[in-house]
């Protein structure tokens, strides 16, 4: 009985990683509707609507103090460097799109917002390709080829995103 209950759980195990390994393909919406489709690569990340950009992913919760914080650093790198970056705000405490869209219009961001209902595994698929536990706000800066370069949980300073910006644009 313990070798077939042990055999039972290694199987679900195994294809449990092997759905994940290749299930690399995502869609997720924005709170204004476009729709984003992502494949996770080795090395990161690729954006298809936001290739040769630098993608600052920002995972991010309306209750939370530092990330509220970040919004103004983030809509003013956004509008700074609207050519070369592409930043992405992906709500993680509940909002559900509407609640979102509301949100995002009386803080006047500018970039994206994603409803962690509108991204679907995506959220998921980041946490354990990041070791992310849940932490915010959790950066994500993912380069021209993809190539994930920086994570981050906790706040960036604006002087450190401008850092990573003039890195990577190099």
Not at 97 to 114: M, Q, R
Not at 147 to 162: K, L, N, S
Request: proline fraction near 4%; glycine fraction near 8%.
């Amino acid at each position: 009985m313990k070798k077939i209950l042990v055999f039972i759980i290694s199987v679900l195990i195994l294809s449990v990683l092997a759905q994940a390994k290749e299930n690399t393909n995502f869609t997720f919406t924005d709170t204004n509707g476009k729709v984003y489709h992502a494949k996770g690569i080795d090395e990161g990340l690729i954006i298809n609507e936001l290739k040769n950009k630098i993608v600052f992913l920002e995972f991010f919760g309306h209750k939370c103090p530092p990330c509220l914080a970040s919004i103004p650093h983030y809509k003013n790198l956004q509008t700074k460097h609207k050519n070369n970056i592409e930043v992405i705000g992906i709500e993680v405490q509940g909002f559900n799109n509407a609640e979102l869209k509301a949100f995002a219009k009386s803080k006047g961001i500018n970039y994206p917002t994603v409803a962690q209902e509108k991204a679907g595994y995506f959220v998921s698929y980041i946490a354990q390709r990041a070791n992310w536990t849940g932490a915010i706000p959790f950066l994500v800066v993912v380069d021209k080829r993809g190539v994930v370069q920086f994570i981050q949980a906790g706040m960036i300073t604006p002087a450190g995103m401008e850092t990573i910006i003039k890195e990577l644009s190099k």
